[in-house]
């Protein structure tokens, strides 16, 4: 499956982004989705996963409480909703499917495959 994350772009401290990660077939449905984030010098970070059906979500604890991820499978998308924002925020967004058959998020980057291109957030101060 190939995945294509859009939506970044400048926003000021305390606004809202939305991000959408778009798969290109129908068996998108049939895999947890991750966003995760890579700031420069810094490793790669788990931001937010959400099982198959879209019940089952997962947060990194730096958005906890500010981010919210969601998904339509009849549209074979996965929006990332990001309030609150912060500088500290400031990254490459980008979605990918979660590698083994397990049906819950994991909050290991490395548990993810199949990267798209991501998009650029910067949120200045």
């Known amino acids: 499956v190939q995945l294509q994350a859009s939506g970044g772009g400048l926003v000021q401290a305390g606004g809202s982004q939305r991000l959408s990660c778009a798969a290109s077939e129908s068996t998108f449905r049939n895999y947890v989705v991750g966003w995760l984030r890579q700031a420069p010098g810094k490793e790669r970070e788990f931001v937010a996963g959400?099982?198959?059906?879209?019940?089952?979500?997962e947060y990194g604890d730096s958005v906890k409480g500010r981010f919210t991820i969601s998904r339509d499978n009849a549209k074979n998308t996965v929006i990332l909703q990001m309030n609150s924002l912060k500088p500290e925020d400031t990254a490459i967004y980008s979605c990918?499917?979660?590698?083994?058959?397990?049906?819950?998020?994991?909050?290991?980057?490395?548990?993810?495959?199949?990267w798209g291109q991501g998009t650029q957030v910067t949120v200045s101060s």
């Open positions: 990918a499917v979660r590698r083994s058959e397990s049906g819950t998020p994991s909050r290991v980057p490395g548990e993810y495959a199949a």
């Open positions: 959400i099982s198959r059906s879209g019940a089952i979500t």
